[in-house]
């Protein structure tokens, strides 16, 4: 089968058997607790939405909002948050530019794409959802600006043009080609194959990948399974020393075993156990979960944990990233969002 082809495939049968194993079914009560928890914050995100549709003047709170929204089964012009979906389409696509990119008021670090990706993200959800001609356009240059900017050893950088490379943000750019190709935007598949070879050269053989090269952290080894996974290569014999790596990260409210990005980490790790399935989701998910409800606010929100590098200067204000992460890795659970789904 090509990367192409791949890469569309929600589900993908590998040869270890420790992923072969299906997750364990959620507990109907477990599954009512978190629908609640997360009823909660989609109540506290609608609260904190501005006039014009956005949530803040970077465009990846933003989109995480959206995002959260949706990972409960919510869209344009129907139920309940109908109206807080239309408002925040009508802002994102009022942002892009003629190049495809998505223009934010307020930069974060040292460039867009981390707000591209999540903003392509976004769109492809919702247009899987909402099959509206103005979110095709837009996904169609989103998609050919990420295309466009890959550098020439198959990553991503912060700049929307080709140059050097860190997993950090490629990942970014993966899930939302992912989520592209799922709505039947095509990918080339020369990309997915740079891509996958960037992802590799930042791995360790011995489990764990890095920022710009073979080492290891939490956040980039979740990144860097997420990212093969999706890709299409579940089997890769990357994945299971990684996953070995990540489980033994302690699952605990603040910096701890190198968790500093808190919310990326978990993000992502949700996503890569969930993906392998068998063993590593049956003993992962649980702790999380567990955490995150017991850490939610009385109004439906999450705080950053104390010692991480997720201050309020770099992601946003009113708690909306933290809820909206926290959101999300709660959702894995619900399966509306195509790009999570195995």
Not at 30 to 57: C, F, I, N, P
Not at 307 to 314: D, F, L
Request: glycine content about 8%; hydrophobic content about 35%; overall charge negative.
């Amino acid at each position: 089968m090509s990367c192409a082809l791949l890469l569309a495939s929600v589900v993908c049968i590998t040869t270890k058997s420790v992923f072969a194993q299906p997750a364990a079914e959620v507990d109907p009560a477990v599954l009512e607790e978190v629908t609640a928890s997360v009823d909660r914050s989609l109540a506290y995100l609608a609260k904190h939405q501005r006039a014009d549709g956005s949530w803040d003047g970077n465009n990846a709170p933003n989109a995480l909002a959206m995002l959260a929204f949706m990972g409960r089964g919510h869209i344009p012009g129907r139920g309940k948050y109908r109206d807080v979906l239309r408002k925040v389409k009508q802002y994102t696509l009022a942002r892009q530019n003629d190049d495809g990119l998505f223009v934010p008021e307020r930069n974060a670090g040292s460039g867009p794409m981390y707000q591209q990706a999540l903003t392509t993200l976004a769109v492809a959800e919702m247009y899987g959802v909402d099959p509206d001609d103005d979110l095709e356009e837009a996904l169609r240059d989103a998609v050919q600006l990420i295309v466009n900017s890959q550098s020439h050893n198959g990553g991503w950088r912060y700049q929307p043009r080709p140059g050097d490379s860190d997993l950090s943000v490629t990942v970014m750019q993966i899930v939302a080609l992912r989520a592209a190709n799922n709505a039947a935007i095509a990918v080339p598949e020369e990309t997915i194959e740079d891509a996958v070879t960037y992802v590799r050269s930042c791995a360790r053989q011995n489990g764990g990948f890095g920022y710009q090269g073979p080492s290891r952290t939490p956040p980039m080894s979740a990144a860097g399974v997420v990212s093969l996974q999706l890709l299409g290569h579940y089997d890769d014999p990357l994945l299971e020393p990684t996953l070995d790596y990540l489980s033994n990260v302690p699952v605990q409210w603040g910096n701890s075993g190198g968790v500093n990005w808190y919310y990326y980490f978990h993000y992502y790790a949700m996503q890569a156990n969930y993906q392998a399935g068998g063993v590593y989701w049956d003993d992962w998910h649980p702790r999380v979960r567990k955490m995150l409800l017991r850490e939610q606010h009385d109004d439906g929100s999450w705080s950053v944990p104390p010692g991480t590098s997720e201050g309020e200067g770099t992601v946003g204000v009113n708690r909306v990233y933290y809820t909206s992460m926290a959101t999300l890795i709660l959702e894995v659970y619900m399966h509306y969002l195509p790009a999570y789904q195995r």
